[in-house]
């Protein structure tokens, strides 16, 4: 294994120089289509602009696998599962070595995250040299206690196919049933001539344990069920369900939809439905959607008789599954139902529970029913009852927004203005004009700002910016420069992993031309770069400070690998779009549309973004000769705020 401290001694290797290459493309990319870099009323990204932000990114990435391969050795295991995730970042030719360090390791996910990332290498040799690394870490594994031969057949998805076989045999065969339990649901990954002999040794396992005098071998045994052989679940469910242990019965009552025939799925609802326990009811109330569609309605209708919110809630969730013929009714029932569990004096969960389950009464019950819940003591319970808002029927329904609006809790509030929506053409628009004028909104003024400085004096150096997760300096005047960066630059301070998934959606501007986009709706990155906290172990020991020991120097050995980085962001000089639509904005449909868009976008580039919320995409409308919005045209919309973001899977 080639160690990364002595490469810097060495001529460059191929793969070095294929990532130099890979950053001068995007730089001649970048260069080339500066148009879609561009704000409004912004100047053209320069050359140096562009430098920059790729110089910076190549700095980060050139260390990267280095970094990975010392955390992957030395550092805590949070930090490991970390390193082994930004493994896929690396390029393709570094990859197979920094996965085989991850599977040295003795820490289970990033033992697995490295086996996960086998096939971002390509096939042939490497890969399935890998493969029998993974092999030989499980026979590790298999030699130590329960725990460790469970962990080995975590593996067996990755395996060679020769060892698939084996250490199936070994796990169903395990005298511990949670080995027995992880063997089951695995026997997916074996060949199919084989997988229904495994699932016929399963089925022994569980007919053995199901009749098991403790309580915990028969949850076990029930919770194998679903990869028991098809034919055979409904009878073994319908035994779990005559269990005389609640979590029992309610753990097969959640599986009631691994049974194949509709008629047999029919039995076990009904089970479920007249148990003595709520959860076992609750459970088998929200998978009516799985029986015969001929029953549903009896079923619901059956159910929202329940006297526990969580029950009746689960049936009217099946609404949508029921013949439309049969809807009215279950509405009717569920407007006589659903009062009873908002009351004031009942417990929370109660009171939630009807809350959640007023978008589906009749809707003549629910103003009344909205008005009383907007104003309980618990924010869950006001905001699920602000959700069903917008079904209030049209003569009803400005009236309880205007209630709504009144609300002291932020939320209600918006889904209030967020209601509106529901309305249409001159309606929405005289709407929108009168509640601007009665709360004195100044639309130019709110499409032309940030919120970001709301709270900073006019002159200031740095700002640390409040919000939710990680953490936002607001960036002014620089001591010796005329210029400030105030609504120029701003620095998010975020983990190299969801930054490097921000700068993948930043980057791959063809993706989003292809996808009808004239700019890249990503948040516009000027340029990164590590924060000293996660430097390489170099950097503690050049300051004679041993990260491997323990002791007192434990915690600084817990910062190396963080992978903590520093991005500086352009200022998006506009309001969220949460923001937008309660100061009842124009061209929300289309501003919808764009969110919904970029959110389907990310996910089809392979990005989970983690917090896709309205307020966390902005609205930039075009520049009028002095400097405000122009609000006569529809915005672009920007996603920002990726410090939650992750990969989907997709390399």
Not at 184 to 196: H, K, L, R, S, W
Not at 328 to 354: A, Q
């Amino acid at each position: 294994m080639r160690k990364f401290m002595e490469s810097f001694k060495q001529p460059i290797k191929k793969t070095e120089r294929e990532r130099l290459t890979q950053f001068e493309e995007l730089y001649k990319k970048l260069l080339a289509n500066r148009e879609m870099y561009r704000l409004f009323g912004g100047e053209q990204l320069s050359e140096k602009d562009i430098d920059r932000y790729v110089e910076s990114n190549q700095e980060l990435i050139k260390n990267l696998s280095e970094t990975i391969e010392i955390v992957l050795r030395n550092s805590h295991s949070y930090s490991r599962e970390v390193a082994a995730n930004l493994i896929q970042y690396v390029p393709v030719g570094e990859r197979d070595e920094l996965i085989s360090v991850g599977l040295e390791g003795d820490h289970m996910n990033s033992i697995i995250i490295s086996a996960g990332a086998i096939d971002s290498v390509g096939y042939g040799k490497v890969r399935d040299e890998l493969r029998h690394q993974v092999g030989n870490k499980a026979k590790e594994l298999w030699e130590g206690n329960n725990i460790g031969r469970r962990n080995a057949i975590m593996l067996v998805r990755y395996l060679p196919p020769s060892l698939v076989v084996e250490f199936l045999e070994k796990g169903l065969g395990d005298s511990n049933l949670g080995v027995n339990l992880e063997a089951g649901g695995v026997i997916q990954y074996a060949p199919i001539e084989a997988q229904d002999g495994f699932r016929q040794k399963l089925l022994k396992v569980i007919l053995k344990n199901l009749y098991h005098a403790m309580e915990s071998y028969r949850n076990l045994a029930t919770q194998m069920i679903p990869y028991a052989p098809a034919e055979n679940r409904a009878e073994l469910i319908l035994r779990a369900l005559r269990d005389g242990d609640d979590f029992v019965r309610e753990t097969a009552a959640r599986i009631i939809e691994c049974i194949p025939d509709e008629s047999e799925v029919l039995v076990s609802i009904e089970k479920a439905l007249k148990d003595k326990d709520e959860y076992v009811r609750a459970s088998g109330a929200a998978r009516i959607k799985f029986s015969p569609e001929g029953d549903r309605a009896r079923l619901v209708n059956k159910a929202i008789g329940d006297s526990k919110s969580d029950v009746v809630f689960n049936a009217a969730r099946m609404m949508d599954f029921v013949p439309i013929e049969e809807r009215d009714k279950i509405r009717r029932k569920l407007s006589k139902v659903v009062p009873k569990f908002i009351d004031k004096e009942n417990s929370f969960n109660e009171r939630l529970g009807g809350a959640m389950s007023i978008r589906y009464v009749s809707g003549g019950s629910m103003p009344k029913l909205i008005r009383e819940a907007i104003e309980d003591e618990d924010e869950s319970v006001r905001q699920h009852a602000a959700l069903a808002i917008e079904l209030v029927p049209d003569e009803e329904r400005e009236k309880v927004i205007r209630q709504a609006l009144k609300n002291a809790d932020e939320n209600v509030r918006f889904q209030a203005a967020y209601a509106i929506l529901s309305y249409s053409g001159s309606v929405r628009e005289n709407l929108f004009l009168k509640l601007r004028e009665e709360n004195n909104i100044d639309l130019k003024s709110v499409a032309s700002t940030t919120r970001l400085y709301d709270k900073v004096k006019e002159e200031f150096f740095r700002e640390k910016f409040e919000k939710t997760g990680s953490g936002l300096t607001l960036l002014g005047q620089v001591p010796g420069f005329d210029s400030s960066l105030r609504e120029k630059v701003v620095a998010r301070h975020i983990q190299e992993l969801p930054y490097l998934n921000w700068e993948k959606a930043y980057r791959n501007l063809d993706f989003w031309k292809i996808r009808g986009f004239d700019y890249v709706p990503v948040e516009p990155i000027v340029a990164v770069k590590q924060d000293p906290s996660s430097e390489t172990q170099n950097f503690w020991e050049e300051k004679g400070i041993n990260v491997t020991s323990g002791g007192s120097e434990a915690p600084i050995k817990e910062g190396v690998g963080t992978f903590n980085v520093t991005a500086f962001a352009r200022v998006l000089n506009g309001p969220t779009v949460a923001k937008w639509i309660q100061s009842f904005g124009p061209f929300q449909d289309e501003i919808i549309a764009e969110v919904d868009k970029i959110r389907k976008a990310l996910v089809e580039l392979g990005i989970k973004h983690g917090h896709a919320h309205l307020s966390n995409f902005v609205v930039v409308f075009q520049k009028l000769p002095d400097g405000t919005a122009n609000i006569s045209k529809p915005p672009r919309v920007y996603i920002i705020d990726f410090d939650a973001a992750g990969s989907s899977g997709k390399i």
